[in-house]
T-cell receptor
Framework: EAGVTQFPSHSVIEKGQTVTLRCDPI?????LYWYRRVMGKEIKFLLHFVKESKQDESGMPNNRFLAERTGGTYSTLKVQPAELEDSGVYFC???????????FGAGTRLSVL | AQSVTQLDSQVPVFEEAPVELRCNYSSSVSVYLFWYVQYPNQGLQLLLKYLSGSTLVKGINGFEAEFNKSQTSFHLRKPSVHISDTAEYFC????????????FGQGTELSVKP
C-alpha cells in the first residue's frame, strides 16, 4: 500500500512568486492534515480536511495560503505571493478511523529567496 | 491550550549505550501522546503511541516510553542504541475531541557515535 506522497520534494522560488504543493494521502483516508516546520522551530499544524471539507484551518498563517481538497482525494497548498518567512518544510499527513493515527509524507522543502 | 517541551535539542551518545529523550507537556484537557522519528531525508514515522491502558508503551526498533500523568511526561528510552538510531525524534500530543491535530515539541537530534 502506498504511503502519503508529497511533491515536489524541494522547491526554490523567489519572493513574490507562487508555489503549489501537492499531497496524495493514503487511499481511503478521509482525514488530511497540513503541517509546517520553519527552521529551528517546532512542527506546527496548519489545517485539517475531512474529505473535501475544511474541518479546522486555525493554523493557517494568513490569506496568502490557500488549501484545497477537491473530491476529497489529493490536496494542494498554494502560497501566493510567497514571502521569505514562508520557507520551511511542509508536511502532509493522513488518517482514518477512531484511533486517528496520522501517517506522514516525506515533506516538501520550500525555499523562498 | 497545549504545549510540548523536549528538554534536549541534541543528545550525543555512544553506540550500545542507553538513552533517554525527555518530553514534558502542558494541557488543560486530556491528551493522547506520540513519538515520531525522522531519519535523514525521510518523512516522519510513528515510533510509538499512548492512547489508553498500560502507561508503559513499547514501540518499534526497541524503543519504549512511559506516560507519567502526575509529572505530565512521556520520556522515550532505549537500553542500547545503534548507529542506525541516529535521527531526529519528535514528541507530540493530540488533545481529546479537538479534531485530531498534533502539537509537537521542538525535536531532539539523537546522534549515535561508534
Amino acid at each position: 500500500e502506498a504511503g502519503v506522497t508529497q511533491f515536489p520534494s524541494h522547491s526554490v522560488i523567489e519572493k513574490g512568486q507562487t508555489v503549489t504543493l501537492r499531497c496524495d494521502p493514503i487511499s481511503g483516508h478521509d482525514n488530511l492534515y497540513w503541517y509546517r516546520r520553519v527552521m529551528g522551530k517546532e512542527i506546527k499544524f496548519l489545517l485539517h480536511f475531512v474529505k473535501e471539507s475544511k474541518q479546522d484551518e486555525s493554523g493557517m498563517p494568513n490569506n496568502r495560503f490557500l488549501a484545497e481538497r477537491t473530491g476529497g482525494t489529493y490536496s494542494t497548498l498554494k502560497v501566493q505571493p510567497a514571502e521569505l518567512e514562508d520557507s520551511g518544510v511542509y508536511f502532509c499527513a493522513s488518517s482514518q478511523g477512531q484511533k486517528n493515527i496520522q501517517y506522514f509524507g516525506a515533506g516538501t522543502r520550500l525555499s523562498v529567496l | 491550550a497545549q504545549s510540548v517541551t523536549q528538554l534536549d535539542s541534541q543528545v550525543p551518545v555512544f553506540e550500545e549505550a542507553p538513552v533517554e529523550l525527555r518530553c514534558n507537556y502542558s494541557s488543560s484537557v486530556s491528551v493522547y501522546l506520540f513519538w515520531y522519528v525522522q531519519y535523514p531525508n525521510q518523512g516522519l514515522q510513528l515510533l510509538l503511541k499512548y492512547l489508553s491502558g498500560s502507561t508503559l508503551v513499547k514501540g518499534i526498533n526497541g524503543f519504549e516510553a512511559e506516560f507519567n500523568k502526575s509529572q505530565t511526561s512521556f520520556h522515550l528510552r532505549k537500553p542500547s542504541v545503534h548507529i542506525s538510531d541516529t535521527a531526529e525524534y519528535f514528541c507530540a500530543v493530540r488533545p481529546y475531541n479537538q479534531g485530531g491535530k498534533l502539537i509537537f515539541g521542538q525535536g531532539t537530534e539523537l546522534s549515535v557515535k561508534p
